[in-house]
């Protein structure tokens, strides 16, 4: 049964009294919203607080499933542009009328922040690996040297493999370097053959280079990050996972702040970084993916490195899968699904669930409430610069020391699962993204 205990309106008026602006003349209540919000996403962030079962049939032969398509509301990516502008307008006191800039004074110009936000997407998604792509490109015939060109969109490969025309076997393809290769067999880029291995270590940008040389025409299936360069429309979405948008948000007023003009702020700027970077690290130990069955019967989970080295021919295989490798939101099925009859249930950290409505409940518990309060007051003064924001600190600290006693809660309260849902991190320990 979900929480019924505060409403959206009771938070906000509360909230708004302890600013001293029941009226919401300074901050308006849309503003306030987006403070509870952002509260409530960062929560969940830190603490995996809120989790639901989801449940999608397997299709016919297919090796990977994006868990925020299968399950939309449950891992939601749905923050737009225009979400984000506007509030960075209120922090930045311009007119929140998004990303028109309508209205705006000289101080910033609606193209230095949307820049900001594009730009800093990007960088996340690099710094994070957040969210991953998968594709296949096919060479109808071997390339020149073994040097693949790649799409330009293509920031950084997570996992590559190969499967080869005339046999149909696909096998995946090992992270390696030239002078790696050069030790095990000094010939290799003359003895074309059956790829094993990739290296981006020599290679121009956007080049691949495929240990050894292939012989014949093959497919390479890629896990990668590709790079956006979105529209700027107010219905704009970024791909990313709603709980990550304040990433984007405090990267973009980071440069904002860093400026050198009206707005330069070097006090702001560096609180806008910190922010980010926390966001980063907690990327590193997203959970998503916490519990998978099979028809009704347990799956285990492990790592996508794990399984290409334990089954190394997974994506020939077809079968009734048995086995789940997944990284983030990208899930793993072993071996390839022979029909569309198996039920996959998924328990799951979702996205905070966040109200819509003034009498929506907020769905925290009372003894919690005190933690999202004080985010809000920290957040929505942020506006104030200077000591008068410096002041509420405290405030932050204690949020933070909340979300902190429900993380060991959490962990408590399923001691066992822990080593089951940190894959992201171990699949980094053993295959560094960067």
Not at 244 to 273: I, Q, V, W
Request: hydrophobic share 40%; proline share 7%.
């Amino acid at each position: 049964m979900p929480y019924a205990q505060y409403t959206q309106a009771q938070l906000n008026a509360e909230i708004s009294q302890a600013l001293e602006d029941p009226a919401n003349v300074y901050w308006v209540v849309p503003e306030v919203n987006a403070a509870i919000n952002e509260a409530l996403l960062y929560w969940g962030q830190i603490t995996s607080f809120w989790s639901s079962r989801g449940v999608f049939n397997t299709a016919l032969s297919t090796p990977f499933y994006d868990l925020s398509t299968k399950f939309p509301a449950l891992r939601s990516r749905a923050y737009t542009f225009d979400q984000i502008v506007k509030e960075i307008q209120y922090h930045l006191l311009e007119a929140a009328n998004g990303v028109s800039g309508s209205g705006m004074t000289a101080q910033f110009s609606i193209g230095q922040i949307t820049s900001a936000v594009i730009r800093k997407r990007n960088e996340f998604a690099l710094d994070t690996r957040l969210p991953l792509t998968f594709n296949s490109f096919n060479l109808t015939t071997p390339p020149q040297a073994g040097l693949m060109q790649l799409d330009q969109r293509i920031e950084l490969i997570a996992r590559a493999s190969w499967k080869s025309i005339p046999t149909g076997i696909t096998t995946p393809l090992r992270r390696q370097d030239e002078y790696g290769s050069d030790a095990l067999n000094y010939q290799w880029a003359q003895d074309n053959g059956i790829p094993y291995a990739y290296s981006t270590a020599l290679t121009q940008p956007i080049e691949l280079q495929l240990i050894p040389p292939p012989l014949a025409a093959g497919i390479v299936n890629l896990l990668y990050i590709a790079s956006m360069s979105p529209s700027v429309a107010a219905g704009t979405t970024f791909n990313i996972p709603d709980e990550f948008y304040m990433a984007l948000k405090y990267g973009a007023m980071h440069s904002l702040f860093s400026t050198d003009n009206e707005g330069y702020d070097p006090f702001r700027a560096k609180y806008c970084l910190e922010r980010y970077k926390q966001c980063v690290q907690q990327a590193a130990d997203m959970r998503s993916l916490l519990r998978i069955t099979i028809n009704g019967n347990r799956c285990p989970l492990d790592t996508i490195w794990n399984l290409d080295a334990t089954r190394p021919f997974w994506q020939t295989q077809t079968g009734p899968p048995d086995f789940c490798g997944y990284l983030y939101d990208i899930v793993a099925l072993a071996p390839l699904a022979n029909s569309t009859a198996y039920s996959i249930t998924c328990d799951l950290v979702r996205s905070a669930p966040l109200p819509v409505n003034p009498g929506d409940p907020i769905q925290i518990g009372r003894e919690e409430i005190p933690y999202i309060f004080d985010y809000c007051r920290h957040i929505l003064s942020f506006k104030l610069g200077g000591a008068e924001f410096a002041a509420t600190f405290p405030l932050f600290d204690n949020f933070m020391a909340g979300a902190a006693q429900r993380g060991k809660l959490q962990n408590v309260n399923a001691k066992y699962m822990t080593p089951m849902v940190d894959t992201g991190k171990r699949e980094q320990d053993v295959q560094p993204a960067a």
